[in-house]
Each structure stands twice: as structure tokens, then as C-alpha cells.
């Protein structure tokens, strides 16, 4: 089995005012090149685990670790290099005043990541046609793009650093239903090209069992089941699990068998 | 899944953003309050080059003289053209107004973007601070201040720049923190970028706009604070000359000579509505750009 | 017997159609499903049945309500068909909610309107709607306020007081979309019960393929403000003849396909 690279150890957050942790003991371990799904319902702690696992957000007990180290440990820039995010909404997520183009250098200039502007704009170009848009683009800004578009911005954006994990938040549940499924592709697809490592949060397991080998079924902020995904949906040991699965919507079986 | 599929689909989706209008330009608003204010400072401007008579020039012959060709204003008691010291007025308001609204600027959008970006301690203590001040009348201050320190152009600033810079601190900090609830503000810092550059890039490009109309709504206070503080013998001390100033010194004559209250008391009026139209016209012609990204906003 | 028409309903706003030529009809016991993306003026429509468009929307072909054009009726009119022939249940209960008043009154509320019941023979009928629909302890719960009550619940809350009038057509416009999935399959499990129960006509509307093809025995399809598709839910999943519907229902034969992984194990 792989190393760990990001992991969490008995996470728990308390928020003020409220009766129960947001996430309660919670162990979590992201290994090279195995994508993890975290799965739940709103209020199981799902979001407050990603932000967890990216730094933006401190447990009130627990740990993360990063190749092993405490994260306070590690060099910021060398985590934020390694750890990027895609946001659920890219309408929020990016910042309306700003050029396609300087949305994608952003960690680039932040991370001192390229020698010059010349060395940026090319990696820029690089990713933008890595998602699937053109180096034109660049120079437009995030309202000129549907929804599908914008969220390929915010991709682009995580991978100009080239890190090794990339957090997905829900990422495509803000989009219609026809995009949704090409979000999907380019995620699937980048994630064997670039040998990425995705930890996608999700309340969507189809989506989850497409993108990720394993995952991890949350409630009210701890976790109920975890495994191979196709263990886990196959034959899921939990209850919750099952009445999760039953859940999804489906289309008339037989279908399905149609070409 | 077969790529036929993802072309048929790619067709599918359009962009959902239709062109930026930029029609709020023709807005009358923004029309109308420009042409007032330009007058105003067209005033203030020709002044510093040429005006019917010089500052201390009176004319015994000539007192309390209606509007005639020679004194186009007329005179006051002293035989003092109005219209030179009309004139000469504007110039006094513009620039204590400029220079206070630029005092309430430098002292407020700091701590306004403070108060945003820091914990919630902090945050608490900016705004105590910032309900203080805008609790505190801006003449008392003002008083306070000439006590202490004397009438003068400065002192006059000073107060009203302070007594200013409470609204806007207090817009400062909601509009920035609204901006900060988003998730770009987020993505910046796991894109590595410190607080000064989320300040720069993210916060400011977006809350400009609400400053900028803030801007000539506060101007259009500071010119009736200081129209104010004249009148009382708190501003601008004399010999130069101000509105409030004139509309006092016209007062105990204003049964014999009523043109001379009437006219100062005109150019505070078209200017502060000339800035406040200004104001909702801007407001109007950033809209439709505010409206986008407020949809962008929710959800 | 058609309760509820249109032909030709076409929706503009300066200018611009947002809905165009849109036929439609539906009858007690119907159940059709409308089915577009946002944007596709799916939901506009559904206002415009109403006559609650938002003003400087304009509005022209028919819209027939028991035979009686009320296309540009006066509120008056409107206000006699609201809750009474035809409701509305949004995506969203808790806007649609009053947040001060007790849920037990505002399900009263359109009884003691509609069918002049006293107070407090309404405030029984709201108790019974309660409990048809499933909710916990009627008689204590009548008397929450709607941000005490979960999201199912609240959908619950606005399921009863829309069928509490006894409407012959019920517009469910994204009725769960706000809600995680197991308490979807509750509410969709609860409308399919009600309106086998009560014989209300339903147009439910979704983006959502599988959640409408579960519910509804007619599909509409809309895109960019037109009528794409309509045809029964088996010919147009089976045979799809637009476009855009073979692509929808090819991507959500995907998507749940994708969940099943017993079906077709194809994993890495």
C-alpha cells in the first residue's frame, strides 16, 4: 500500500454556539494516487473535514499531518504547492475583476512558482488548454463563461501549481445536469494523466464511485463507513450507507441495458 | 464515456451572462448632478485666474446695492462685490471639501478594511470606535478642536474629515466583508497570497466602486459641515472668504438686502444636490455590473 | 376534464422572449413532468400559471383555467383560483413560509379563505393535514414556526397547505432540489402518495431526469425557453427525438449507472 501523504488524526471541531462537533474524532488518511470520496448529507461534517485537510481551518482537537509532519511544521508555501482546492460554486470562487489569465497565475505569484512573467504565462497556457480552454482565454473574464467554463477557470487554477492533491468540494453540484457529466470526464481524465490524487467531497456517490477507489461515508460529523468504493457500494455494512444508496434517483431499470 | 457524447453535450451549454450593458453613463441623474457640480467648480476654478473685483476690494459708494452690471450679485454692507466673494466661496468649499473627504478616506477605509480582515475581537473594538465617532456630533467636534487649538482651514478639515471618516470606515468594513465571505477570498489564500495581497487584489477592485459613491455623498456633507462651521465662526477664518460665512454677515440685513442670503445660500444647495445626484448616477451606472456579481454573490 | 391550459404562452421581458409558444395541459389525476435546465424558463412558466410574474414581464397567448382565459386577468381573479384550483409548492419552503407565524395557521390560513371554515374548525383540518402528510405529533407541531422544523418538514408543511384547499392542479417547481437525497426519496414518496390519494393533477418540474421520470407518466422537455419534446416518460426515455433529449437522457442514464456498481463493474 502507498504512503500517506495528508492525513488527519482524531479531528475534532467544535463551533461556538452549537450543541454537537461539527466532526468528532474523525481519522483520515489520503494515500498517493488512491482518490478518496467523502460522502454525507448536509451537517455531516464533510466540508468542515476538507477545510481540515487544506489548512484553512484548525481543529479543536487532533492533527494534520503532511508527508508525515505536523502541519505547523511544514513550510507553507510547500504544503499550499502540494494541496490546491476546487470550490463548489465558480461563480463565487472567482473573482469577477480579475482576467481569466491572472485567476491561473494567482498560486504561480503567491508560491514564487516560475522565474519570470514570461515562465508564468506559459504555465498558464499550459493548464488552461489542460482543462480544456483556450490560451485566449486569458485575457477574458469570468462572467463572459457558462458555468461549465468558469469551473474549468477554477480547475486550471488549482493544477498551475502542479500539486499533488487536489481537494474537490462538491465540485460539480453548482452545475446543470448536462455539463456536470464533463466536469466529471475532466476530472477523471486529469487525475490519470497527471497522476493527481483527488479527495472529493461529495454528497453525490455516483459521483464518487466514478472518480474515487475509496471513500468514506459520513453523518453528523463522524464516520459511519469506509473502504473500496466498490466494496462499500456493492455491499455497504452500514445501514445509513444503504438507506443512502436506495436514495439516488434512478432511471427505469432495463434502460440502462440500452446501448 | 464516448466523446460524440461530450461534443453533443459542449453545444449544449451557453453562456448564461449577456453582454455588459454600459448605458448608465446616459443617466440623468449622472447628468444633471455632473452639470451642477461642474458649474460649481467652474466657479472655484475661474476664480484662481480672474473674478469681478479683488478680495478686499470695497466700494462705500455701493452698499447693500441691488444686482446691477456693475456689482452683478450686489454689494453687502461693507460694499463688498457678492459675486466676487460667491466665487471666491466656491473655491473654499471645494477644497475644504476635497481635502476633508480626502482625510475621512485615508483615516477611514484603513480601519474599515481592518475591522473586516481582522478577528472578531478586533472587528469589535473598530466598530465601537467607529459607532463613538459617528454618535459624536462633527460641530462638537469641530468646537472642541477650535477651542484647543484655534479657527483655521486645517482644524476645519480636521473635524470634518474625522466626523466623516466614520461612515466611511463603517461602509468600508461591510462592504469588504462581504467580500471576504467569499469563496475567491478563500481560493486566494490556499493559492498561498497574504492578507496585504488580498487586500490589494481581491478586497479593493471590488468594493471601489461603493467607496467611490460614498465619496461624493460625503463631499456633499463635508461642503454643508463646513458652510456650517463658518457660519458659526468655527471655519475658515476671514478675511477668506466662505458661504456659511456670508450667510452670516447677510443675516442682519436680510430685510434690506435679502439677495444676500439668498445666493450663498443657493450655492450650498446646488452643490450638495448637484453631488448627491452625482452620487445616485454613479450608483446607477456601476449597477449593472454590482447586480452581476451580486447574482454571482448568491447561491 | 382539462383543468388547467395553455396555448401559445409566450413570456418576454424588454423585449426579449424568455418563453416561447409554450402548449400545455393538464387534467385532475394527470401527472407531467417539465423538464429543463436554468434558464430554460421552466420555472417562469410555472409562475405565469399562476399569474405571480414578476412586473414588466409581459405575457401573451392563453392561458385557460376551467375554460376561463386568465392570461393578463386582474389580481381579483387570479386570487380566486390561487390555492383553490390550482397551487404551488416552491423549491425553497422556507421563503414560501411566513418565519412568524405557526405552521397549524398558515395551512389554516387559505381554508378559512377559500372554503370559509372558522377558526377553529380550519385549525383541526391543519392537525389532519399534518398527519397526512406525515408529520410527527401534528398537534404539537402545528404550533412551530417554520425555522424550528427541518428541511423534509418544511417541504412537508408546504405540501399541506397546498393541498389543503383541495386544488385540482398541483405545480411542484423543483420541490426537492433543496433537500438531501434520503429525504428526497421521502418527499417524493409522500407526493406520489398524495396525489394518488387526492387526484390532483401534477406538473412537476425539475432539472432533474430521474427524479421526474420516477414521478411523472408525461414528460415535457424545455430548452432556451421552448417546448422541445413531450411525449409519454417511456417513448421519450426510449425514444427520444430531440437532440438535447437524447443527450439528457443518455447523461442521466450515465449518472445512474454510474451507482450501480453490481450492474456494471467497470472500476480501476
Redesign the interface.
Known amino acids: 500500500m502507498s504512503d500517506p501523504i495528508l492525513s488527519g488524526h482524531q479531528l475534532t471541531r467544535w463551533f461556538p454556539g452549537r450543541t454537537h462537533p461539527a466532526l468528532d474524532g474523525v481519522d483520515v488518511t489520503v494515500r498517493q494516487g488512491i482518490s478518496l470520496g467523502i460522502v454525507g448529507e448536509s451537517g455531516a461534517g464533510k466540508s468542515t473535514l476538507l477545510r481540515q485537510l487544506?489548512g484553512?481551518d484548525r481543529p479543536t482537537s487532533g492533527e494534520i499531518r503532511f508527508t508525515g509532519q505536523p502541519l505547523d511544521r511544514i513550510r507553507?508555501?510547500a504544503f499550499?504547492?502540494q494541496?490546491?482546492?476546487v470550490?463548489?460554486?465558480p461563480?463565487?470562487?472567482?473573482?469577477?475583476?480579475?482576467s481569466v489569465a491572472s485567476i491561473v497565475a494567482?498560486?504561480l505569484r503567491?508560491?514564487h512558482i516560475g522565474t519570470d512573467r514570461a515562465a508564468r504565462a506559459e504555465r498558464v497556457a499550459e493548464v488552461l488548454t489542460a482543462v480544456g480552454l483556450r490560451p485566449e482565454d486569458g485575457r477574458r473574464y469570468?462572467?463572459?463563461?457558462?458555468?461549465?467554463?468558469r469551473q474549468r477557470i477554477?480547475i486550471a487554477?488549482a493544477l498551475a501549481?502542479a500539486p499533488r492533491i487536489l481537494l474537490a468540494d462538491e465540485p460539480v453540484s453548482?452545475l446543470?445536469v448536462?455539463?456536470r457529466?464533463?466536469i466529471i470526464?475532466l476530472l477523471k481524465d486529469l487525475v490519470d494523466r497527471l497522476g493527481l490524487t483527488l479527495v472529493l467531497v461529495s454528497h453525490d456517490l455516483a459521483i464518487v464511485s466514478q472518480l474515487c477507489q475509496e471513500v468514506l461515508v459520513m453523518r453528523h460529523g463522524r464516520v459511519v463507513e469506509r473502504g473500496p468504493t466498490v466494496d462499500v457500494l456493492t455491499n455497504p455494512a452500514d445501514e445509513y450507507t444503504r438507506a443512502l444508496l436506495a436514495a439516488i434517483p434512478q432511471l427505469p431499470l432495463d434502460l440502462e441495458e440500452e446501448p | 464515456?464516448s466523446t460524440p457524447?461530450?461534443e453533443?453535450?459542449?453545444t449544449?451549454?451557453?453562456?448564461?451572462?449577456p453582454a455588459?450593458r454600459r448605458r448608465g453613463w446616459r443617466s440623468p441623474s449622472f447628468l444633471v448632478g455632473a452639470a451642477l457640480l461642474l458649474a460649481v467648480l467652474a466657479l472655484a476654478l475661474v476664480s484662481l485666474l480672474w473674478s469681478p473685483y479683488g478680495l478686499d476690494h470695497t466700494d462705500p459708494t455701493a452698499r447693500l446695492a441691488g444686482p446691477s452690471p456693475q456689482h452683478w450679485a450686489g454689494t453687502d454692507r461693507l460694499g463688498r462685490d457678492q459675486f466676487t466673494q460667491l466665487m471666491l466661496g466656491a473655491r473654499t468649499a471645494m477644497w475644504i471639501g476635497l481635502a476633508s473627504v480626502a482625510v475621512a478616506f485615508v483615516i477611514g477605509v484603513p480601519l474599515g478594511l481592518l475591522a473586516a480582515a481582522a478577528g472578531r475581537l478586533a472587528e469589535n473594538a473598530v466598530v465601537g470606535v467607529i459607532d463613538i465617532v459617528i454618535a459624536f456630533p462633527t460641530l462638537l467636534l469641530a468646537m472642541l478642536l477650535v477651542t484647543v487649538y484655534g479657527a483655521s482651514t486645517a482644524v476645519a478639515i480636521s473635524a470634518i474629515g474625522i466626523g466623516v471618516s466614520a461612515e466611511v470606515a463603517r461602509l468600508t468594513r461591510i462592504s469588504a466583508s462581504r467580500v471576504f465571505t467569499?469563496?475567491?477570498v478563500?481560493?486566494?489564500?490556499?493559492?498561498?497570497?497574504?492578507p496585504l495581497?488580498i487586500l490589494v487584489?481581491?478586497v479593493l477592485?471590488?468594493i471601489w466602486h461603493t467607496l467611490l459613491v460614498q465619496a461624493a455623498l460625503a463631499f456633499g456633507v463635508a461642503v454643508i459641515a463646513e458652510a456650517s462651521l463658518s457660519y458659526l465662526g468655527l471655519g475658515t477664518p476671514p478675511p477668506a472668504p466662505s458661504w456659511g460665512r456670508m450667510l452670516q454677515e447677510a443675516q442682519s440685513t436680510v430685510s434690506v438686502a435679502p439677495w444676500n442670503v439668498l445666493l450663498p445660500g443657493l450655492a450650498v444647495a446646488v452643490t450638495v444636490v448637484g453631488v448627491n445626484l452625482l452620487g445616485d448616477g454613479l450608483r446607477e451606472v456601476l449597477d449593472p455590473?454590482l447586480r452581476?456579481?451580486r447574482?454571482?454573490?448568491e447561491? | 376534464m382539462t383543468v388547467l391550459e395553455t396555448t401559445g404562452l409566450t413570456i418576454t421581458l424588454d423585449g426579449q422572449p424568455l418563453v416561447r409558444d409554450v402548449s400545455l395541459s393538464l387534467a385532475a389525476r394527470d401527472r407531467v413532468g417539465l423538464i429543463g435546465e436554468?434558464?430554460s424558463g421552466k420555472s417562469l412558466t410555472a409562475l405565469a400559471l399562476l399569474g405571480l410574474l414578476p412586473p414588466g414581464m409581459r405575457t401573451s397567448g392563453r392561458i385557460l383555467i376551467d375554460g376561463e382565459d386568465h392570461l393578463g386577468a386582474p389580481d381579483r381573479r387570479w386570487r380566486r383560483v390561487r390555492g383553490r384550483t390550482v397551487s404551488i409548492v416552491f423549491q425553497e419552503p422556507l421563503t414560501a413560509l411566513d418565519p412568524l407565524m405557526p405552521v397549524g395557521r398558515q395551512i389554516a390560513g387559505p381554508l378559512r379563505l377559500h372554503q370559509g371554515l372558522n377558526r377553529s374548525d380550519a385549525e383541526r383540518r391543519a392537525i389532519e393535514w399534518c398527519d397526512r402528510v406525515h408529520l410527527p405529533d401534528p398537534a404539537r407541531l402545528v404550533r412551530a414556526l417554520p425555522h424550528e422544523l427541518s428541511g423534509g418538514q418544511r417541504q412537508r408543511v408546504a405540501l399541506a397547505m397546498a393541498l389543503a384547499c383541495r386544488p385540482r392542479v398541483l405545480i411542484a417547481d423543483e420541490p426537492t432540489t433543496a433537500l438531501d437525497v434520503t429525504v428526497q426519496a421521502q418527499i417524493l414518496t409522500l407526493l406520489d402518495e398524495l396525489i394518488e390519494e387526492t387526484g390532483v393533477g401534477l406538473l412537476f418540474i425539475s432539472h432533474d431526469l430521474p427524479v421526474v421520470a420516477g414521478l411523472a407518466r408525461h414528460l415535457l422537455v424545455m430548452?432556451?425557453g421552448r417546448l422541445v419534446e413531450s411525449g409519454p416518460v417511456d417513448d421519450v426515455l426510449r425514444r427520444p427525438r430531440s437532440?438535447?433529449a437524447r443527450?439528457l437522457v443518455?447523461?442521466a442514464a450515465?449518472v445512474t449507472r454510474l451507482a450501480r456498481p453490481s450492474v456494471h463493474g467497470e472500476y480501476r
Request: glycine share 8%; proline share 7%.
Open positions: 487544506l484553512v507553507h508555501r499550499r504547492r494541496v490546491q482546492v470550490f463548489q460554486d461563480r463565487s470562487s472567482l473573482n469577477p475583476r480579475m494567482e498560486p503567491s508560491l469570468p462572467h463572459e463563461f457558462s458555468g461549465g467554463q477554477a487554477r501549481p453548482a446543470d448536462s455539463v457529466l464533463q470526464d | 464515456m457524447l461530450v453533443a453535450v459542449e449544449v451549454e451557453a453562456p448564461d451572462a455588459r467569499q469563496d475567491y478563500l481560493a486566494a489564500r490556499t493559492c498561498g497570497t497574504g495581497m487584489r481581491h477592485p471590488n455590473q452581476q456579481e447574482q454571482a454573490g447561491r | 436554468s434558464g430548452r432556451t437532440g438535447y443527450q443518455a447523461s450515465q
